[in-house]
């Protein structure tokens, strides 16, 4: 599939049987307002601890968009790896990055939300990192982006003209956070440490620390986001699926 072709992204609903190969990565859209119905099946999933940062929350929006979300992943995992739900147990690496606990440890997985949209990603054997933005007008990008972004990326969104500033500057951001969270390091890599480019049509290459390659891809997922994917290697393809509530 072309970048071009990427961009444009339709999400077809999953198929019967899910399988990953080594070359490809997944792409998972869903929407975090599951029908009422649905909310408790997806909350049954969860670990205690998961429940009860979910208890934490303020508002029920809130509490509900974090029910959905972890128990989507939950869902979409097990399928991967043909498991319940409710059996998977997660961990963290060194510095915070969520992975699965005592079972396939090939299975690598990412997951991005904004504003009632989530991404998940998926790959076996391959590092892999999303982010999704809902794109706003009344944010102070530029200010933003002279603290966070490199000179180089600076001056490149000065360069766009006012009506292009907000979707270079998403575009830039969620490619950055995309990278970084695929890396697993956080922030010990400072965002201004390193360039991509503002063009939401291009496919990037990154050298990072240890001289890991990596591969950046931007797109919309849905009217009004814009998100990026970032995997280790080159060459990998991908492919992406809506997730739909179980009937």
């Given at each position: 599939?072309?970048?071009?072709?990427?961009?444009?992204?339709?999400?077809?609903?999953?198929?019967a049987e899910l399988s990953l190969s080594s070359d490809e990565v997944h792409v998972w859209r869903a929407l975090l307002s599951p029908r009422p119905?649905?909310?408790?099946?997806?909350?049954?999933?969860?670990?205690?601890?998961?429940?009860s940062r979910a208890a934490r929350f303020v508002f029920q929006r809130d509490r509900e968009s974090f029910v959905?979300?972890?128990?989507?992943?939950?869902?979409?995992?097990?399928?991967?790896?043909g498991q319940p739900p409710?059996?998977?147990?997660?961990?963290?690496?060194?510095?915070?990055?969520?992975?699965?606990k005592d079972c396939a440890p090939w299975m690598r997985f990412n997951l991005a939300h904004s504003h009632g949209m989530a991404l998940y990603a998926f790959a076996k054997g391959r590092e892999v990192g999303v982010d999704i933005e809902l794109l706003r007008h009344d944010f102070g990008g530029m200010e933003v982006a002279e603290r966070f972004f490199s000179p180089r990326e600076v001056a490149a969104l000065r360069a766009l003209p006012p009506g292009l500033r907000v979707d270079g500057f998403f575009t830039c951001w969620?490619?950055?956070?995309?990278?970084?969270?695929?890396?697993?390091?956080?922030?010990?890599?400072?965002?201004?440490?390193?360039?991509?480019?503002?063009s939401a049509a291009a496919s990037e290459e990154l050298c990072g620390p240890g001289n890991v390659n990596w591969t950046l891809h931007s797109f919309r997922p849905a009217a009004r986001y814009v998100a990026a994917l970032a995997g280790e290697g080159r060459g990998w393809r991908f492919r992406?699926?809506?997730?739909?509530?179980v009937l």
């Open positions: 599939m072309t970048d071009a072709g990427f961009s444009s992204l339709v999400w077809p609903a999953a198929p119905e649905e909310l408790p099946r997806l909350e049954a999933t969860l670990a205690p601890d998961e429940i959905a979300a972890r128990g989507i992943l939950r869902e979409l995992l097990g399928a991967y790896l409710a059996a998977l147990k997660f961990d963290s690496g060194p510095r915070g990055k969520p992975a699965l969620t490619k950055k956070e995309a990278y970084v969270k695929a890396s697993g390091v956080g922030l010990e890599i400072p965002l201004d440490s390193f360039d991509v480019s503002l992406g699926f809506e997730w739909t509530p």
